[in-house]
């Protein structure tokens, strides 16, 4: 089933773009290549994409730009990839939508385990999953597990990224109990989180954020030193 999926890579290197297209080819993926972000808009309007590979670095309209605009109207997995090193990018990037990071030079087995654990969590209930999803209420909020969708009391839907939804998805699952860091990545990532990696805490902070827009007296995910997150809501199932 994984093997179906179409990817989009975004890169201004167009060595790098064609190599690392044919190596997730035969892994028995359908991969594009756009060197600019004009590119890779064009074959997003004109083929279904299941994830973008995404460079910062482009010509004219950068990455990080790009990521924004894509994630105003797609939940479409995004993985960011840089030359650049440090955390401002990475922390930029988690912060306008993307799934994921990944720093250059990479090993496109790293790449290729990243796009398997994505698709892994958010794609592979087709056959296995269907019969399981459920939907579940939290203070008059609906997270519906086989849509994907979340509505808020008001009736409005909130969008919310791939990972966005599988983190609060996990959260609902296991209300009024720590979540550790940990487990969080491995549902999300399928690896343990460094120690120093932020990735997790700002997916939580986005989460938050997207939360109180709607509800800002209500303190839905709880930080428990040295345990992780906590939902401190009741849910119920329906």
Known sequence: MLSKKTLLIVDDDEEIASLTADFLKDRGYTVFTANSAEEAIELLDTNHIDLM?????????NGLTLCQR??????????????????????????????DYLEKPFNPRELQARV????????????????????????????????????????????????????????????????????LGRVLRGAKVDSHDRSIDILISRLRKKLAQTDRN?????????????????????
């Open 70 to 99: 894509v994630r105003q109207t797609s939940k479409m997995p995004i993985i960011i990839i840089s030359a650049i090193t440090g955390d401002t990018e990475r922390i930029v990037g988690l912060e306008l939508g993307a799934d």
């Open 53 to 61: 590979v995404l460079d910062i670095m482009l010509p004219g309209e």
């Open 116 to 183: 398997f654990a994505i698709f892994r969590r958010t794609e592979d209930i087709e056959t296995a999953a269907a019969p399981k999803t459920q939907r579940f209420e939290f203070s008059g909020w609906k997270l519906d597990e086989a849509t994907r969708h979340l509505t808020a009391p008001d009736g409005v839907l909130v969008h919310l990224s791939s990972s966005e939804f599988d983190a609060l998805l996990t959260f609902v699952k296991a209300p009024q109990k720590p979540i550790s860091r940990d487990t």
């Open 218 to 238: 209500t303190d839905f995910i709880r930080t428990v030193r040295h345990q992780g997150y906590l939902f401190s809501q009741n849910v119920s199932r329906v």
